[in-house]
């Protein structure tokens, strides 16, 4: 049965970190977790063999140093700890710590907060302590529908959910809330375990998921591998695989929890690896009687003048099936030797097969002894480290030497320390025995052999391999995969890098472009990886999002029609002049610059194009709303000329609102172009005529406040007593008079 190991399995950043800092703390004194610092015993076991003892309950602690375990806990916990003179030690993984801040911060801001995860899990009771009394955790969109879902709502995730669950529920919520912000606080290592788990499952029999019964993330992978369709079987360790039946199986998956130990993985490998000797001992000595009886039936029926003797003919047909337990076979009998001689050899040599276990597990051993020769690769374990030599078994008669400068690629001056005894290598048969009568190997070959097959096959199947940046070149820069790779510099990022001594120590993840053994060139691309990378993470933040929703950004570029937000995941959207704000806009510019942090609403998508429109006046409160309440119509009004056009002058009234006033509206006379009555700049007096809010229009006339104002002016003439002054009779009545009388003369 063949045992695949999945990648990402075992200890996770978070929990290893975790474990260090515990490590350190007890040995510095008293040192408590509430609750275990990991969901998995064999680690809370040894961490309270190394002083850190759980606790279920605060008071429990007198005095010492209280752990956070990784999973986080409730702020008044912390508080409470504080106030009794506690040290207080964080081991609250990096990623949990910043789905807590985020949790905080929405709470502050008036959202409800929504928590995707597991309610009652230690992480997520956490989280409910940061968000505050206005949250709820949800798992599935019908939790969501069975409470309340307020106008505002702000999505934190439990750092082990999947991708699946969080999507849900956002999809619920965008059908209930106004205003939703949505932050995907899911532990990328959790992300890739999962992957890595799903398609294992699809390639293999069954599947054994380690780890702590009360660990969320691998009762997770158990699930997402059971949707695959594989049998799956959960274990803590070794010892659960007792009563595990395997038989049938010829391929079995193993993947791990985040929380699980290297160490417990290992036993678990070998458990399933070791053969059950009794049981195979039992087998072989069970076929060997059936074929003595079978010999011994066969000689008594036999007649006694037959000159071959039975028991030599059933010897030949019992022999194919010793064979195929690689049993020796017996050499041709040379001429001249008596028959009655050959038959006592075998009688006496048969209770070598049949006789007591010893004998019998001594001969199935060497059986099974290992056929290779010179330039091969076996696996053998180290038996002693010598500063000069490391001795390893390889099922040889004697352990094989593996010099000092055959024991790593890179050059060392003590073989202590780069293995251990115990370590089970894999070395390359340089000889197989020396005049000292030694195998001489080469754990360094070995390496480099196995890493061009791996390199070669990275190639043929497009696998991403890891590497360490450990030099700069002339045009890129060199690193360890196994081998010496170099990296272009056009290959080294997605983005440019001004100094390519700044990755020295790192680790790139790249795709091989060139493999050529007989050169020992291998070419690699950083670049290609983080395209393929970012256009995957593109493709999940495209169907994670809907329209409507306000989201957060960081504007990446301006230009004189918009400017492109970054919304995550390298996702940009497009946030064009027109949507920036309520007033006219004439350059982007003025209103965000390269690098600002904004809020944006989503207003349409496009996912075959991968095109978003994005609008940042649409999260800013309308001037439109009341806009009949402040302007209605036959009211006079001041505004500003913006803009004249053909048909007429826009005129805005305050910063938002802006009106038209048709060229027919401009004077009484008939009007060429609205410039021969009205300047950009000027302040005039306008007439509301008609309001439309849905569409944001406003109808104003020129010519009819000014009408108006006349009127004012002349109904104030009018209404002037006599007593305020003479009148035109007064003045020029006797005049007038005179001149009557004259014509008549």
């Known amino acids: 049965m063949q045992v695949v190991i999945g990648e990402h399995s075992g200890f996770c950043f978070g929990v290893e970190r975790a474990v260090q800092i ?6 510095q004194g008293k040192a408590y977790t509430l609750g275990p610092l990991v969901h998995n015993p064999q680690v809370v076991a040894k961490l309270r063999e190394n002083g850190v003892v759980p606790v279920s309950d605060l008071d429990e602690i007198k005095d010492g140093c209280m752990i956070v375990p990784s999973h986080g806990l409730p702020p008044d916990i912390i508080d409470n700890a504080k106030e009794k003179g506690l040290t207080i030690v964080h081991a609250t993984c990096p990623y949990v710590r910043r789905a807590q801040e985020l949790a905080a911060e929405l709470g502050r801001k008036g959202y409800q907060v929504f928590i995707v995860g597991d309610e009652g899990h230690t992480e997520v009771v956490g989280l409910v302590g940061w968000a505050g009394d206005n949250s709820r955790v949800v798992l599935t969109s019908q939790d969501v529908a069975s409470g ?56 293999v029999d069954a599947m054994i998921v380690v780890g702590g019964r009360a660990s969320a993330n691998t009762r997770r992978l158990a699930e997402i591998c059971e949707a695959e369709g594989a049998k799956v079987y959960r274990v803590e360790g070794p010892e659960d695989l007792d009563t595990l039946d395997f038989s049938g199986f010829e391929r079995v998956g193993l993947t791990a929890g985040a ?20 049981r195979i001992n039992e087998l072989e000595v069970a076929e060997i009687t059936e074929d003595k009886s079978l010999e011994e039936q066969e000689s008594m029926e036999a007649s006694e003048d037959q000159e071959e003797m039975t028991p030599v003919d059933s010897q030949e ?31 006496e040599e048969e209770p070598d097969v049949t006789g007591p276990e010893g004998e019998e597990r001594e001969i199935i051993d060497m059986s099974l002894q290992p056929a290779f020769v010179e330039g091969d690769i076996v696996e053998g374990v180290v038996v002693a480290v010598e500063p000069e030599r490391v001795l390893v078994d390889i099922g040889l008669k004697s352990e094989g030497i593996v010099p000092r400068n055959e024991i790593s690629r890179r ?15 894999e070395v390359l048969v340089e000889r197989l025995e020396t005049d000292e009568g030694e195998a001489l190997l080469s754990k360094r070959k070995a390496d480099i052999k196995k890493a061009w097959d791996f390199i070669s096959e990275a190639l043929k199947n497009g696998t991403i391999v890891e590497g360490e940046v450990t030099g700069v070149v002339k045009g890129g820069i060199v690193v360890d995969v196994g081998l010496r790779g170099f990296v272009p510099a056009s290959h080294v990022s997605v983005r440019p890098v001004q100094n390519l001594e700044d990755l020295r120590g790192e680790v790139l993840r790249m795709k091989v472009l060139e493999v050529d053994q007989d050169k020992k060139n291998v070419v690699l691309s950083a670049r290609q990886v983080q395209e393929e990378e970012l256009a995957e993470a593109r493709k999940r933040m495209l169907e994670s999002l809907n329209e409507g929703v306000i989201v957060e950004g960081v504007v990446r570029r301006v230009v004189n029609f918009g400017a492109f937000v970054d919304i995550g995941d390298g996702v940009e959207g497009l946030l064009h002049v027109s949507d920036m704000a309520w007033t006219r806009t004439e350059d982007p510019r003025d209103v965000v610059s390269e690098g600002d942090r904004i809020r944006v609403k989503i207003l349409a998508i496009d996912r075959e194009r991968e095109r978003i429109s994005l609008g940042l006046k649409q999260t800013l409160p309308d001037p439109w709303d009341d806009v009949t309440t402040r302007y209605p119509v036959g009211s006079v009004v001041k505004g500003t000329v913006t803009k004249t056009v053909d048909f007429g002058a826009f005129v805005q009234l305050e910063p938002g609102i802006e009106g038209l006033v048709h060229i027919s509206q401009l004077a009484d006379r008939r009007v060429e172009k609205p410039e021969e009555v009205v300047s950009p700049g000027d302040e005039v007096a306008v007439k509301v005529i008609s309001v439309r809010p849905r569409d944001h229009r406003i109808g104003l006339s020129l010519k009819e406040a000014q009408a108006d104002e006349e009127k004012k002016v002349y109904d104030k003439y009018a209404d002037k007593p006599d007593s305020q002054g ?20």
């Open 22 to 27: 515990a490590m350190e703390a007890g040995k």
């Open 317 to 347: 047909d019992a022999e194919p099936e010793q064979a195929d337990e690689g049993l020796p076979q017996e050499e041709p009998e040379a001429e001249g030797v008596d028959e009655e001689e050959t038959t006592t050899s075998q009688v």
């Open 411 to 425: 050059q060392v001056q003590s073989c202590e320390g780069v293995v251990n005894v115990g370590d089970r290598i």
């Open 148 to 203: 309340s879902v307020e106008p505002k709502v702000g999505v934190v995730c439990q750092t082990t959910q999947t991708v699946e669950a969080f999507r849900r529920v956002l999809a619920a919520l965008a059908l209930r809330a106004k205003e939703l912000v949505a932050y995907n606080t899911i532990c990328n290592a959790t992300s890739q375990r999962q992957e890595a788990a799903r398609t294992l499952a699809r390639s």
């Open 726 to 745: 003479p009148t035109i009779g007064d003045v020029f009545g006797d005049i007038l008079k005179n001149s009557q009388e004259n014509l008549e003369k």
């Open 259 to 278: 929380s699980t130990p290297n160490w417990v993985i290992e036993e678990v490998v070998e458990r399933m690896n070791v053969p059950d000797e009794e």
